[in-house]
């Protein structure tokens, strides 16, 4: 497996609170993004990154924001978590945009209670 | 927006048996990927496909990419219990400024032994 470490791995807080989910990559690979994945939409992208601090919203974005400040770490902020938002988060690198294989972490499960 | 229908969501089969998932792109694609998650893991990268009738093989796989490129399939012969997991494919538009990559809402294959 690639060097992708999602933390935490599971989490449940309650509605309103911030939220912050932290992707850690050892690969130095450029492109980074989250994806939100529930039952019967596949994969959604939420925001991704084209270098540091280099990011652009993904088709689910409302309600995240995300910062890259070294080339290894991508976070994902929940700034007040709502119930819609319980899913599992999948955080992925890859080294070109799109055109290549992309390297799933083990994600993470957020219940938003 | 673009989207991309892959049918059929679950898929029962008897082990031995062949299986076979569909997606289909409302919009003509420059590329098509495939990838496989295990139930509670990961998505695992498969395969690319880019050319027009491009057809590739992996063992007891085999991938299909459209004459239009615009659907694709992938087929499973004699499946066995380690094929169980969720299948998605993941197009990435070919048109328009914003490049980017929906996934299919994923085919549940189960193997009964």
């Known amino acids: 497996d690639a060097g992708i470490t999602q933390s935490p791995r599971h989490k449940v807080t309650e509605t309103g609170t911030p939220v912050t989910l932290r992707c850690h990559q050892t690969?130095?690979?450029?492109?980074m993004y989250w994806y939100r994945q529930d039952p019967g939409h596949g994969l959604r992208l939420i925001h991704y990154?084209?270098?540091?601090?280099?990011?652009d919203k993904g088709e689910v974005s409302d309600g995240y924001s995300v910062s890259r400040s070294k080339t290894e770490d991508f976070l994902l902020t929940l700034e007040s978590a709502t119930s819609s938002q319980t899913s599992v988060y999948f955080c992925?690198?890859?080294?070109?945009?799109?055109?290549?294989?992309?390297?799933f972490g083990q994600g993470t499960r957020l219940t938003v209670v | 927006g673009q989207q991309v229908m892959q049918i059929p969501q679950y898929q029962h089969v008897q082990e031995g048996e062949d299986f076979t998932t569909y997606c289909n792109s409302s919009?003509?694609?420059?590329?098509i990927q495939w990838y496989k998650q295990r139930p509670g893991g990961h998505p695992v990268f498969l395969i690319q496909?880019?050319?027009?009738?491009e057809v590739k093989k992996q063992k007891r796989l085999t991938f299909q990419f459209g004459e239009a490129k615009k659907n694709s399939s992938l087929h499973i012969t004699a499946t066995q219990t380690t094929d169980v997991g969720t299948y998605f494919c993941?197009?990435?538009?070919?048109?328009?400024?914003?490049?980017?990559?929906?996934f299919g809402s994923g085919t549940q294959l189960t193997v009964l032994p």
């Open positions: 992925a690198i890859s080294e070109l945009y799109l055109n290549t294989e992309a390297f």
């Open positions: 690969e130095n690979h450029r492109y």
């Open positions: 990154s084209y270098g540091v601090k280099d990011t």
């Open positions: 919009t003509t694609l420059s590329n």
């Open positions: 496909l880019v050319k027009s009738g």
């Open positions: 993941a197009g990435e538009a070919s048109s328009g400024s914003a490049r980017q990559l929906t």
